[in-house]
Structure formats: structure tokens, C-alpha cells
């Protein structure tokens, strides 16, 4: 059994703005626990207004890494990086970069990054990066 590890950190910026970050277990049931800790962010910034949007994020990226990583956790980050806006990453470790593909009518996935990306500023990522 994994432990889930809650830490509220302070930003090293300028700004000094707050983050939360969870590890989590490679599992599905981390995917309600990651909207769960972004959701608790975002009412403590008072941002309720964005919050559908940034969970549907958070859910389909680790989602991904719950099918894709090779550890066995999932880091997930939410920083505050302005006075309405959020930084969401999800490090899991991976050697290889999440790529957007073009799903078929039928298919039952393949549309999460498309999806992210249609919520999100541009989206980047860093393989072997630290979030």
C-alpha cells in the first residue's frame, strides 16, 4: 500500500506564491485524489470559478500517467502563478514526452492532451524534468 504525501510549499520567487503538492500511487483512484487537491487549491486562492477546467486538466494528465509511467507514484504541483491564473504539472518520471494523436470517432481514447491544450496556456514538458 502507498502513503499519499499532502505538502503545502512556498514558491522561491519574488512573489512568493503558494503551491500544494501531492505524491500519489500509480492507480487510478489517484486521479479523483489529484482533482481533490486541486480543487482544495483553488477555493483556498478563492479561484472556484476555473475549477471544472483546471480538473478536467489535472484528471487527463495523470491519467496518462497512470497508463504511461514507469514509477510507481505520480508527483502533482499546483502553483499559483498569478493573481487568476494556475500551474498544474504532473511528474511521473517518464523518459518519453506525451505527444497529442489524433483520435478516430470510435476510439475510447486519445483525446486528453487535445483536451489539455484546449484548456491550458501552451502546454510543455521536459523529459526527466522535476516539476
Same mark, same amino acid.
Do not use: I, Q
Given at each position: 500500500?502507498?502513503?499519499?504525501?499532502?505538502?503545502?510549499?512556498?514558491?522561491? #520567487?519574488?512573489?512568493?506564491?503558494?503551491?500544494?503538492?501531492?505524491?500519489?500511487?500509480?492507480?487510478?483512484?489517484?486521479?479523483?485524489?489529484?482533482?481533490?487537491?486541486? #480543487?482544495? #487549491?483553488?477555493?483556498?486562492?478563492?479561484?472556484?470559478?476555473?475549477?471544472?477546467?483546471?480538473?478536467?486538466?489535472?484528471?487527463?494528465?495523470?491519467?496518462?500517467?497512470?497508463?504511461?509511467?514507469?514509477?510507481?507514484?505520480?508527483?502533482?504541483?499546483?502553483?499559483?502563478?498569478?493573481?487568476?491564473?494556475?500551474?498544474?504539472?504532473?511528474?511521473?518520471?517518464?523518459?518519453?514526452?506525451?505527444?497529442?494523436?489524433?483520435?478516430?470517432?470510435?476510439?475510447?481514447?486519445?483525446?486528453?492532451?487535445?483536451?489539455?491544450?484546449?484548456?491550458?496556456?501552451?502546454?510543455?514538458?521536459?523529459?526527466?524534468?522535476?516539476?
Amino acid at each position: 500500500m502507498h502513503e499519499t504525501h499532502v505538502t503545502r510549499v512556498t514558491e522561491s #520567487s519574488a512573489r512568493d506564491l503558494p503551491a500544494y503538492s501531492v505524491t500519489l500511487p500509480r492507480t487510478e483512484a489517484s486521479v479523483a485524489r489529484a482533482r481533490r487537491l486541486v #480543487s482544495a #487549491s483553488l477555493r483556498a486562492w478563492a479561484l472556484d470559478a476555473g475549477a471544472a477546467d483546471v480538473c478536467l486538466v489535472v484528471s487527463e494528465l495523470v491519467t496518462n500517467a497512470v497508463r504511461h509511467a514507469r514509477l510507481e507514484v505520480v508527483h502533482v504541483k499546483v502553483s499559483r502563478v498569478g493573481p487568476r491564473r494556475v500551474r498544474v504539472a504532473v511528474v511521473d518520471r517518464s523518459r518519453a514526452l506525451p505527444r497529442v494523436v489524433e483520435a478516430g470517432g470510435d476510439d475510447e481514447s486519445g483525446r486528453g492532451l487535445a483536451a489539455v491544450a484546449g484548456f491550458s496556456a501552451p502546454v510543455g514538458g521536459r523529459a526527466g524534468a522535476v516539476g
